[in-house]
């Protein structure tokens, strides 16, 4: 007869789970060929008696690592398995994976989960305020500098203000423009810098059609 997967157990069906490792205890440290184990699957599904199972009665490694460097704090979804983990099971929050990240930092930039991120940064003293998006310093490529006769207003600009002085609009500079205005983010920094940088392709007289196709990804 063959053996249920206990991970895809883990999903909905934690009870069968707890039956299983009864049975065979020595599936409780499993890990499959990424590292994932039980306790990832508990911590990611919100099973907290099944992740307490693991580490205190069949004796399950709370700091196990996945291929990724990872801790299943890194897959915590709520608080209380947040809790759990770092407060009852003694988890070690500052761990790194194997980009250098502790889980904390890990979900702060995820922004999916952000009260398992702001209980992390409680328990480990980080103070000040949460990182949000990188400023165009911060950026790898940020936009080149406008010339001083130029200005932009990063919040405010429109198609119309983009367009304005032209005599003649290029086609393809009209689709991009296009393009950029109906972007839910238009006004974000990011899509501004590219509006910016059309302008100045406009004023430098560069043939848009002739730009390179990783360009025009990049703005879509």
């Known amino acids: 007869m063959t053996q249920p997967n206990p991970y895809i157990l883990a999903a909905d069906n934690p009870s069968a789970v707890l039956a ?10 499993n890990q499959d060929e990424h590292g994932y184990s039980l306790l990832h699957a508990a911590t990611s599904y919100g099973h907290v008696n099944l992740l307490r199972a693991l580490v205190r009665d069949f004796g399950v490694n709370v700091n196990l690592l996945d291929e990724d460097g990872e801790t299943c704090l890194f897959v915590t979804e709520n608080v209380d398995i947040a809790k759990c983990l770092v407060e009852d099971l003694g988890i070690d929050y500052n761990l790194k994976n194997e980009d250098g990240l502790t889980a904390q930092e890990t ?5 999916s989960f952000p009260e398992v991120a702001a209980y992390l940064r409680q328990v480990a003293g980080i103070t000040g305020p949460v990182p949000n998006s990188l400023s165009a310093a911060d950026a790898l490529n940020p936009a080149p500098p406008l010339p ?3 200005q932009v207003n990063l919040g ?4 119309q203000e983009a367009s304005a002085g032209t005599s003649e609009v290029d086609p393809e500079f ?3 423009i296009d393009e950029l205005a109906a972007r839910e983010d238009f006004h974000s920094e990011a899509t501004q810098n590219q509006l910016r940088q059309l ?6 007289g560069s043939n848009i059609d002739t730009q390179d196709k990783d360009v025009r990804r990049r703005v879509e």
């Open 199 to 204: 302008v100045m392709d406009a004023i430098q």
């Open 174 to 176: 009209k689709r991009r």
């Open 107 to 111: 979900i702060e930039s995820d922004g």
């Open 156 to 159: 405010t600009m429109s198609e």
């Open 20 to 29: 299983l490792l009864q049975a065979n205890p020595s599936i409780a440290s």
């Open 148 to 150: 001083p006769n130029i």
